[in-house]
């Protein structure tokens, strides 16, 4: 199999000469990391993690949806962006918890809405990236 292609990084409008296989070169994937910011300025905290996530997995299992990729609560999102949900598969590898819609900047300070269990689903890391990815290039994160 040839390797992949080759291609300039998105970086500065377009303008880096870094060749990439996939993303951006590593100078613009930290800028872009860094302008993120990190994981508890999002929102995303010691209690998300300790504390939500468990209890999120504990109401999507008592309203009968096991914990794969693409699940949510009954009237929660509908987890579009999860293809092995589209595959039919049922992944319950390295998943992630998604808010859908994405978090507003003034929201993430909010715990209500960082927690809100109605917003969130799951996602495997792949399908997750990508959405993100997707979210970044549009400019909603």
Not at 55 to 61: A, H
Request: charged share 25%; proline share 7%; aromatic share 2%.
């Amino acid at each position: 199999m040839p390797d992949a292609l080759l291609k300039a990084c998105p970086g500065e409008g377009g303008t880096c000469r870094e060749l990439v296989a996939s993303g951006r070169c590593q100078k613009h994937a930290r800028q872009v990391e860094q302008h993120r910011g990190t994981a508890t300025s999002r929102g995303y905290d010691s209690h998300w993690s300790k504390v939500f996530r468990p209890r999120f997995l504990r109401l999507l299992i008592a309203a009968g949806r096991a914990p794969v990729c693409g699940a949510a609560l009954p009237g929660g999102p509908a987890m579009t962006s999860s293809t092995c949900k589209a595959q039919g598969l049922l992944n319950t590898r390295r998943l992630h918890l998604d808010h859908d819609p994405p978090l507003r900047p003034e929201e993430r300070s909010d715990r209500r809405a960082v927690e809100d269990p109605m917003r969130c689903g799951l996602l495997c890391a792949v399908d997750h990236a990508r959405k993100t990815q997707r979210e970044q290039q549009a400019g909603l994160r």
